[in-house]
């Protein structure tokens, strides 16, 4: 059962093929299996995820169900959980248990799914390759000595190893899509305000967006069907009505005008990972799209901008945790000023240390105006090309990253290295834009991902090239050797 | 432009972050090499660009004056480390 798609699975609960409680003990038994070598759930609850697929067969038998219904999911460990413990992948939330649950997971909930656990993840959300996490990095299950990606690591590889039906996942710089793209699975950043951020824990205000993760767009669609909406307890989120992103999946793409940034394809490309996309971009052709050559004059700005904006928003969003009121505290503080300092100190991980005094210090006085304020400026600069760029195209399209995944340890000790990861993924993040990574190939035996972007509030259009593209090829239903 | 240990524990303090002295000079080299990056950002020409601090460029709704939430103290401050009373507990502030 694990090997089937959500939506397959949706419709076997549907005809009583399975119940969710099979369903259910099927991935509590795989986990146990296989997630020692993958360290990708923090915590699986048992006992709830239990209680939880009971209530949905009985919902079923009274004839109360949706699409969603008895799935499982895992939550990246970053939104809220009022049963269990919700870390961050951090030292300074290790025991920490919210006394609500993010907007996101009641809105799972009450469409149905069963929550199996909670899913690593790099620290606060800052890294690109989940070797941040106070709890141990995450293994790559196409490659086991290869990182998964990051943020959202351990979410992908759970999705990848089949762990869970889908999980949910956090997309600040390409948290989302970089690692769906290292490990062969869907993922989709949605436009900035479509997903509540109530309850998600903050890194940077103006980037975060909660999205799913799963192994298809079809499957992609159904979840954030559930996710979106305006939130009354989220002030950024938007009042945009939410269409039926199911309904346009099967729409043709005849017509479809595809732009590739000359910006996104330069000498320095990965020569496999170019011609995977390309030939991603000819079945797309060949189904009716037609493709032009673009520019985004601003790309190569991207991730200084970023660089500046993200640090500087999580130093402010990050000053919460000053053992006060809730997580970490350190041992006999000798005065106010010690149980900050120390708390932080030892509470907070070396790249969450970076970001927070590179965010320091680009919003100090004296700094403010040549850092923070020039990066904001540049961020619409950005903005404007795509909007330049769409009066001529409907969607944009390149690689999700500039390489597959490497191996652990590989960047260590080089931070500005692995912020390269982030080189196609950041743009959407600045421009608040949709961008979706699906798989397209593999090289050397590793997922390489497709991203497309499209205009705010058009996630539709993403799920239906990406569905079209999945019902013509089928890289996202390959299984990695031992999981199967 | 590279950033000092003495600049970069200028700047700790400000985020009341502890760095241990030992982890001062390669935390500083770590952040001049991130720095070195974002230089480039000054060649740009933003004249007459707007700064944009969201992407939403929407402005914080109001809503009705009507109370809607009720006393949970309690449940929120469950995960605090001390309380009493109701009451965070801190070292003493005020000598």
Known sequence: MHDKTLAQQAAMLQNSRISSAELVAHYLERIDRYNPALNAYLQVDAEGAQAAASQADQARAAGNTGPLTGIPIAHKDIFCTKGIATTCGSKILENFKAPYNATVVDKLSDAGMVMLGKANMDEFAMGSSNENSYFGPVANPWQ??????????????????????????????????????????????????????????????????????ARTAEDCALLLQAMSGHDVRDSTSSTTAVPDFSAELEAELSGLRIGLPTEYFGEGLDADIASHVQAALQELEKAGATLKSISLPNQQHCIPAYYVLAPAEASSNLSRFDGVRFGYRCKNPQNLEDLYTRTRGEGFGKEVKRRILIGTYALSEGYYDAYYLKAQKVRQLVSNDFSEAFKDVDVIAGPTTPTTAFKRDEKHGDPTSMYLNDLFTVSANLSGLPGISAPCGFSGGLPIGLQLVAPAYQEARLLNIAHRYQQLTDWHVQTPSGFE | MALTPDKLSAIAHLARLGVEPEDLAPLAADLSSVLVLVEQLQAIDTEAVEPMAHPASASLWLRDDEVTETDQRDTLQAPAPETQDGYFLVPRVIE
Do not use: E, H
């Open chain 1, 144 to 213: 086991q000595d290869r990182v998964p990606g990051g943020s959202s690591g351990g979410s992908a590889a759970l999705v990848a190893a089949q762990l869970a039906s889908a999980a949910t996942g956090t997309d600040t710089g390409g948290s989302i899509r970089q690692p769906a793209a290292f490990c062969g699975i869907t993922g989709i950043k949605p436009t900035y305000g479509r997903v509540s951020r109530y309850g998600m824990i903050a890194f940077a205000s103006s980037l975060d967006q909660g999205g799913p993760m």
